[in-house]
């Protein structure tokens, strides 16, 4: 591990410093400060993301490595060798399986990049096991932001819950087939 890099990562370094656990505890502040900007009657919607939030899975207890918070395409960099990551700010020690459902949420990407992964790691029972559940950690977090950044989405973000953690247990379903 680089000197310096040992240190707890795979957040999303423009929202919080540390793991996706530590993103979801931000998450967690971000919908608390906008509680007096919902509109009326959205209450009970900003409660069911506050309780999705609390209670949203950030990787505790999988397989660590060194680990970049965002491994998209807009950090990578095509060479003759293949692709290469670039902008390695807050990377260290994470979850490996959860700095990377940036990339396994895309529909274009995900498969691609599971089977390039798999050839040198081998999934856990746990990881797979896990992974829908990441998947909608990830999406929630997006979802929370656009919500922070315009409070009249509240009751539509809520109401998409359900449907979002299907769509994430069916991805994860695609994944592991790859």
């Known amino acids: 591990m680089p000197p310096g890099a040992d240190r707890p990562a795979g957040a999303l370094h423009h929202f919080a410093e540390g793991t996706l656990a530590d993103e979801l505890r931000a998450v967690g502040t971000w919908l608390d400060s906008i509680e007096a900007r919902v509109p009326d ?3 009970p919607a900003l409660d069911a993301l506050r309780a999705s939030v609390a209670v949203a899975y950030g990787g505790d207890g999988l397989p660590e490595g060194f680990v970049h918070p965002d491994p998209v395409p807009k950090n990578m960099i095509v060479t003759a060798e293949g692709p ?8 260290g020690r994470g979850p490996r399986l959860a700095s990377m459902t940036l990339v396994l949420r895309s529909g274009w990407a995900a498969a691609p990049f599971m089977k390039g992964y798999a050839r040198v790691v081998s999934l856990t029972d746990d990881e797979r096991d896990r992974l829908p559940e990441l998947l909608f950690s990830r999406h929630l977090i997006g979802l929370a932001f656009r919500v922070c950044g315009d409070p009249a989405l509240t009751v539509g973000a ?4 359900t ?9 994860a379903r695609d994944l592991a087939q790859v």
């Open 41 to 43: 009657g959205a209450a």
């Open 84 to 91: 290469v990551l670039v902008d390695w700010t807050s990377a």
């Open 158 to 161: 809520a109401k998409k819950l």
């Open 163 to 171: 449907a979002l953690r299907r769509k994430c247990e069916a991805t």
